[in-house]
């Protein structure tokens, strides 16, 4: 059964950092590239990053090139996503997800908020 749980959002101030972990199980981790996508309140899921299955060729939404970093490690089938100076516009549920499949985790909440 796959499964993928996101934790590590919260409440962070203007400029804050905050890192996400996706921990995967149930499938081949290492076998699939990965994503993070984010739905803020009335908006459509918008892809965030997405990551190759071996680390390589990482690609962001403009809106957070520069400030933000995915990573993984297929040993501890775990996907990370390093969220620096993160402003109000960042607020959103963010989401794992295996690429081109339909296996979502629940979801982790960050509130960029003074």
């Known amino acids: 059964q796959v499964q993928l749980m996101e934790s590590g959002g919260g409440l962070v101030q203007p400029g804050g950092s905050l890192t996400l972990s996706c921990l995967a199980s149930?499938?081949?981790?290492?076998?699939?590239?990965m994503t993070w996508y984010r739905q803020a309140p009335g908006k459509d899921r918008e892809l965030v990053a997405r990551i190759g299955e071996t680390g390589d060729r990482p690609r962001y939404n403009d809106a957070v090139k520069d400030r933000f970093t995915i990573s993984r490690d297929n040993v501890k089938n775990v996907l990370s996503l390093q969220m620096n100076n993160l402003k109000p516009e960042d607020t959103a549920k963010y989401y794992c997800?295996?690429?081109?499949?339909?296996?979502w985790g629940p979801g982790t909440q960050v509130t960029v908020s003074s």
């Open positions: 149930g499938f081949s981790f290492k076998s699939y590239a």
């Open positions: 997800r295996g690429e081109y499949t339909e296996w």
